[in-house]
Every structure is written in structure tokens, then in C-alpha cells.
């Protein structure tokens, strides 16, 4: 368990733990990282249960009644279902994003799965992502890494890889801001 908290912290944080424990026990890992991406999914499509998710100014019982009915409408069920209530009877809805995102660190730690964020100023190719994903299982001592690749044409060439806590800025954008500030300081 030691493990586990040093990944996760704050309420957010024990109330993912306690989900994870409990899925882990029941072995429903799999269904319940699944119905939390779901509900996750539809919280950033709908506006409005945005809303009811973080507005103050919904009562429990309204957040628990209004939640019941949009899991169910969902299939979101069991242990999932179950919590995602639970957070909102306790007040707790407006953290769900980061209890997520939190059971999904421990979901990933469990599974020896690393996560990397890259930002191209283009997108890759097969072969490029591929080779990317190669160099980044190499980087992580030979655990699976999920890539998820954002495009900003800001960086304007090269990549900025974000590899567990680990950060590399190989942006040209960063490159020219790094010259001018030597040239300005030799001027």
C-alpha cells in the first residue's frame, strides 16, 4: 500500500485508493477503469453534467438523484456506479476528475504500464510513432508505455516528451528562445 500512496495524495487521492483496493479485491479492474472512462468521457462532451459535477450550488441529493439516472441511461453500474453515488452524497463530485485520474495511475502501476505525453508541432507517422514508442520503452526500463500524441504547431518543430515525472523539451520553439536569451546576453 506504501506504493500505492506515493503515486496518489489528498482526498482525491485516498478515495481512489479505497476504489482501486476494492476492485482489485472483487477483480474487476478491467469494468471499473472502463465505467470510470466512460463517465469521465461523457462529463467532457456534456456541458451540463459538467456543471452538476462541479456547481456547489447543486444539493447532494440533487447530485445523487440527477447521476443515478444519467449512469443508468450509460450502463455504468456495480462497483463504479456505486462510487460515483457515493462521491456525490459525501460532496466530493467536484474531485471526480482527479479520483480518475488518480485510479488510473494505480491502475497503470499495477499493470507495469507508463504513460507518455508528446507534443509535435505535425503529425507522425506509423513508422515515427513506432519508433517513438521503441525509444520510450527503452527510456522506461522495458515497461509498456501508452503514447498520447498532441499536436501544436507552436512548438514549430522537434517534440516535448513528458514521460512519467520525467520532462524533455526538444521543441525548436525552445531551441530559438534559448539562442536569443545567450544573444541578449551577449549584446
Known sequence: MAQ????????A??????LFELAKEQKSLDKVAGDLKSFADLVAASPD????VRSPVFSAEEQVKALGAVLAKVGVSG??????????????LFAVGDMIRDFGKLVDRERGVTRAQVTVAEPLSDSQLSALKDALVGVSGGKTVNVDVKIDPA?????????????VDGSLKTKLNSIRTRMKEVG
Open 13 to 18: 487521492g485516498r478515495y481512489a485508493l479505497a
Open 79 to 92: 462497483i463504479a456506479g456505486n462510487f460515483l453515488k457515493l462521491v456525490a452524497s459525501k460532496r466530493r
Open 155 to 167: 512548438i514549430i518543430g522537434g517534440l516535448v516528451v513528458k514521460l512519467g515525472s520525467r520532462m
Open 4 to 11: 500505492e500512496v506515493s503515486i496518489v495524495s489528498g482526498m
Open 49 to 52: 453534467l459538467e456543471r452538476l
